[in-house]
């Protein structure tokens, strides 16, 4: 009998004695009850370890971690897709010029579809994933059915119609959904990241064991650099049963730890206060250190009576030495790097200058909501840019985000992020921001299922159906509050380090996942007969456009989807130019030989053309053998 995922309903069926008995078994052996493909189960084997003096001889044991679907989430991240993203330019903004992408879909698709692309190339990625708090969802992932049954909703639905479900505690296999759902979408993030990359993963008490666990496999123990404890909310909850939870976590993996190093803190102006100029010295502000160092560390060069520039003299306190030698100290002295208080007779203190400290702090693993805010502050910014409605009940502050960027990215390079459980988009939201105070050239990349709204939702009345719609709006406005404020010279949250920032994109171009634009019988051909191959004239489908084409085949290509793209007209035919010579694409019909001798000029490294776009046969072969000769550097492929 399935377990009843709704607490409030009547099971209307007699007691189930073998999950009574389970229940029975695991209030005296919480260990010996597991999961397994059919619900909560016993393990023999252990109960029998629990009751034996001896060793009881069973599986051989090893170190790891597994779940009922383990090798189904690993078969499933290998699984070739052919999906497509389609590119929406009626909701993009600037989309022939920004280098920003949104990505409406599910996210292990997505993300199978951009390791071509963008494999090795994404520094820092952060995600906010389903915690699995029994309430919240998980994605389901089928890819069984065929092209007509996962078609609806562009492939977001399973064979019962649905695709995402909750996850209720009382599921036999609770723990087991939430890994099988992330455990793929992981291993698939790891290609992506550079080698001096890094990823930040939110999540609470529920699941932080089990993903510290199949991180340590996925992406190495070794490149285990901490787990941050955030202070998300700055008031308690009195109406708990046990403690109020006033944190979450978040885990810090490296793609190669040896090479990757967070960067370092601003000082606060807290920090800068504990310097001060209390002699007027001309290398300005400095605050008194300890002269004195155990004496476990020291050499015999370093027990000496002190003698200050008054006679006094001064001895270190048991148990401690000077840390310099007598002649080092005396130096320090005539350099005027002691300190003795302001009468000359206080113990000495070594001058530490404020110019000569590193201008930055290392980050700690306590992050308190003074520092990043908190969820009410999150929660208020989505008010500020949402009057109409609230539509996150627990969004990140864009603070939170904010000190992630700086630790994992630099304003001098390109360095491109990714959030692949986008949600409000806070971290594009955050990418933004941060260019525009330190004229920075970040990038983004939000992938984000179209989640359905509640229609009795404020959101829903204010004309959002899904999250994906609140996603770009806020970017969109977002975006035009941050030009608004540097227009202005309104610093508000910003704090601008140089004049107006150059070239801020705040724009961005969104793509959908939808099948692919080619036709089954492209890539299965044997499963036609020749009378059936006759039915298609074209193995493309009749509803794509151009630019549907372009983006797969620059997925195809390997070829990252924020390249420029420019349109031209050669020889009277539609043509794209991807990053200037990168690629040269045309899906116009009656290719020839005067096209071919035109375009060969532009000597691009790649072309691409529609297998029945050409003329005739003899022309496919003409261009061909025409491009070797004038372009020989140009390879070229057809669809």
């Known amino acids: 009998m399935p377990e009843n995922t709704h607490p409030d309903r009547l099971d209307m069926a007699s007691t189930d004695m073998v999950k009574h008995n389970i229940d029975a078994l695991a209030a005296l052996f919480p260990n010996c009850v597991t999961e397994t493909a059919e619900g909560k189960a016993v393990d023999f084997d252990l109960l029998k370890q629990e009751l034996n003096h001896q060793i009881i001889e069973g599986n051989k044991e090893r170190y790891r971690l597994e779940w009922p679907g383990k090798r189904e989430a690993i078969v499933t991240a290998n699984l070739p897709t052919t999906k497509t993203l389609r590119p929406v330019r009626e909701d993009s903004v600037d989309f022939d010029n920004t280098e920003n992408l949104y990505i409406e879909g599910d996210n292990l698709e997505v993300l199978k579809l951009l390791q071509e692309s963008y494999f090795g190339k994404i520094k820092m990625i952060y995600i906010d994933p389903p915690y699995n708090t029994g309430n919240d969802f998980v994605y389901k992932d089928n890819f069984t059915q065929d092209s007509d049954e996962f078609k609806e909703e562009s492939g977001l639905v399973n064979e019962l119609n649905q695709r995402l479900v909750v996850n209720p505690e009382t599921s036999g296999r609770y723990h087991s959904d939430w890994l099988t759902m992330m455990y793929p979408r992981l291993k698939l993030a790891r290609n992506l990241l550079t080698d001096d990359g890094v990823i930040f993963i939110s999540i609470d008490d529920n699941e932080v064991h089990n993903l510290r666990k199949f991180c340590d496999e996925i992406f190495g123990e070794g490149n285990f650099i901490s787990t941050i404890t955030w202070e998300k909310r700055y008031s308690p909850q009195n109406a708990v049963q046990w403690f109020s939870e006033a944190h979450d976590f978040i ?241 508000g949250q910003l704090n601008f380090e140089a004049e107006e920032p150059r070239n801020l994109d705040t724009g961005f171009r969104v793509y959908r996942l939808d099948e692919s634009n080619m036709q089954d019988v492209y890539y299965r051909p044997q499963d036609y007969n020749q009378a059936q191959l006759d039915i298609f004239a074209d193995n493309i489908k009749s509803d794509r456009t151009a630019d549907d084409l372009l983006a ?75 491009l070797k000769q004038l372009s020989p550097d140009t390879e070229m492929r057809v669809i």
Not at 433 to 447: L, P, T
Request: overall charge neutral; glycine content about 6%.
């Open 251 to 491: 885990l810090v993996y490296a793609k190669m730890k040896e090479i990757w190093h967070p960067n370092l803190l601003e000082r606060s102006d807290e920090m800068n206060a504990r310097y001060r100029n209390l002699d007027n010295d001309p290398r300005g502000d400095w605050k008194p250190t300890d002269a004195t160092a155990q004496a476990g560390h020291g050499t015999a060069s370093q027990f000496y009576e002190l003698i200050a520039p008054n006679g006094q003299t001064f001895q270190p306190p048991t148990g401690r030495c000077w840390v310099y030698t007598n002649d080092r100290m005396q130096e320090m002295i005539a350099d005027n790097r002691v300190w003795f208080g302001s009468e000359g007779k206080s113990a000495p203190a070594i001058k530490r200058f404020l110019t000569e400290v590193k201008q930055g702090v290392a980050c700690q693993t306590i992050w308190k909501y003074e520092d990043v805010g908190h969820n009410q502050e999150g929660k208020k910014e989505i008010k500020t840019l949402f009057p109409e409605a609230v539509p996150f009940d627990t969004p990140k502050p864009t603070r939170l985000i904010n000190r992630i960027v700086k630790l994992s990215t630099r304003n001098d390079s390109n360095d491109i992020i990714l959030d692949f459980f986008s949600g409000s988009a806070t971290t594009a939201h955050a990418a933004m921001q941060i260019n525009a105070e330190d004229g920075g050239s970040r990038k983004f990349i939000m992938v984000q299922l179209p989640e359905s709204i509640d229609e009795k939702s404020d959101s829903y009345k204010s004309g959002f159906e899904n999250i994906c719609e609140i996603g770009k709006e806020r970017i969109r406005r977002a975006g035009k509050k941050i030009k608004e404020e540097i227009l202005n010279k309104k610093s």
């Open 552 to 626: 797969q085949v620059m997925l195809d290509w390997g070829l990252p989807l924020s390249y420029k793209i420019e349109p031209l007209t050669v020889a009277g035919k539609q043509v794209f130019q991807v990053a200037q010579n990168s690629l040269i694409a045309c899906f116009d019909n009656n290719i020839d030989e005067a096209f071919a001798k035109e375009i060969a000029a532009y000597t691009p490294m790649r072309i691409v053309f529609r297998d029945k776009g050409f003329k005739d046969d003899t022309a496919k072969e003409n261009v061909r053998q025409l």
